[in-house]
């Protein structure tokens, strides 16, 4: 379908009425930000929604011209973030979530502060991911982790895809990161149950025995001890509701 004619009233529209996207250069350094976990510079370079101004418009339904600029922000944001050293999985599966969230808003003001929510999320996990950039074994320990994170593995096998003998890595582990690699383990696991507490409804049972936990005690435990709160206070406190990334950075 020619849509040259649509194009160029569009075109004229937006010129007289001064109408106009934001600068690609603009958005080029907002994401190049993102994907380098530069949390300062991202509060900076951060639009909101409601921020008309280079706001593209997508739909006359004013929450679904913000949803559709949400979902445009998502897609672009895993893909720097994947490409960037985000893990695959974790990058798309988060974009799932995100979206699958935006459908279920029925506010604006729901949509502005998810938008917020997701970018902050994607560049605190770019921020760790720059952090632990330094020996590449323990790169390929981490990225094996995070790919296997719903899968039951051993050390073993960390130890075999990274080329170290599993008392080396262990070693190596503990001296580059401060932590076993058990803890971290543990801790990345409980990273994505918080996600899972947040954005689905599957039960605290499915959870733990979705990410191995040995048992939904151990996994109420474990969530406890690492996030001050047991899942059940976690997802009352979170699932459904607006949530600011700093406030709950606090309560952890």
């Given at each position: 379908m020619?849509?040259s004619k649509?194009l160029?009233?569009?075109?004229?529209?937006?010129?007289?009425n001064?109408?106009?996207?934001?600068?690609?250069?603009?958005?080029v350094?907002?994401?190049a930000?993102?994907?380098?976990?530069?949390l300062?510079?991202?509060?900076?370079?951060y639009?909101?929604?409601?921020?008309?101004?280079?706001?593209g418009h997508?739909?006359?339904?004013?929450?679904s011209n913000?949803?559709?600029?949400?979902i445009?922000?998502?897609?672009?944001?895993?893909r720097?973030?994947a490409e960037?050293?985000?893990p695959?999985?974790t990058?798309?599966?988060?974009s799932?979530?995100y979206?699958?969230?935006a459908?279920?808003?029925?506010?604006?003001e729901g949509?502005?502060?998810l938008q917020r929510d997701m970018i902050?999320?994607?560049?605190?996990?770019m921020?760790?991911i720059r952090i632990?950039e330094?020996?590449?074994q323990?790169?390929?320990a981490?990225?094996?982790?995070?790919?296997n994170?719903?899968n039951q593995?051993?050390e073993e096998?960390v130890?075999?895809f990274?080329g170290l003998?599993p008392?080396?890595l262990s070693?190596?582990?503990?001296k580059e990161?401060g932590e076993?690699i058990?803890?971290?383990?543990?801790?990345e696991?409980?990273?994505?149950?918080k996600?899972?507490l947040?954005f689905?409804?599957?039960?605290?049972?499915d959870?733990?025995i979705?990410?191995?936990?040995?048992?939904h005690?151990?996994f109420?435990?474990t969530?406890?001890?690492y996030?001050n709160?047991?899942?059940?206070?976690y997802?009352?406190?979170?699932?459904g509701k607006?949530?600011?990334?700093?406030?709950?950075e606090?309560?952890?």
């Amino acid at each position: 379908m020619d849509k040259s004619k649509d194009l160029h009233e569009a075109l004229y529209y937006q010129t007289e009425n001064n109408i106009y996207h934001a600068r690609y250069e603009d958005e080029v350094n907002f994401y190049a930000a993102v994907k380098s976990g530069d949390l300062e510079r991202v509060k900076k370079l951060y639009t909101p929604l409601n921020t008309k101004e280079g706001l593209g418009h997508l739909s006359n339904n004013p929450i679904s011209n913000l949803r559709y600029h949400l979902i445009v922000a998502v897609g672009l944001i895993t893909r720097y973030c994947a490409e960037a050293g985000l893990p695959f999985e974790t990058a798309y599966t988060l974009s799932d979530l995100y979206i699958q969230n935006a459908d279920k808003c029925s506010s604006e003001e729901g949509i502005i502060q998810l938008q917020r929510d997701m970018i902050f999320d994607f560049t605190k996990r770019m921020k760790n991911i720059r952090i632990a950039e330094t020996n590449p074994q323990i790169k390929l320990a981490k990225k094996y982790i995070h790919e296997n994170i719903y899968n039951q593995f051993h050390e073993e096998e960390v130890a075999d895809f990274a080329g170290l003998t599993p008392s080396y890595l262990s070693t190596l582990f503990k001296k580059e990161t401060g932590e076993t690699i058990k803890n971290y383990i543990l801790k990345e696991k409980i990273e994505e149950s918080k996600n899972l507490l947040r954005f689905s409804d599957k039960s605290y049972i499915d959870i733990s025995i979705s990410l191995n936990f040995s048992s939904h005690s151990h996994f109420i435990a474990t969530f406890k001890k690492y996030v001050n709160m047991t899942p059940k206070e976690y997802r009352n406190k979170f699932y459904g509701k607006q949530w600011d990334m700093d406030s709950e950075e606090g309560s952890e």
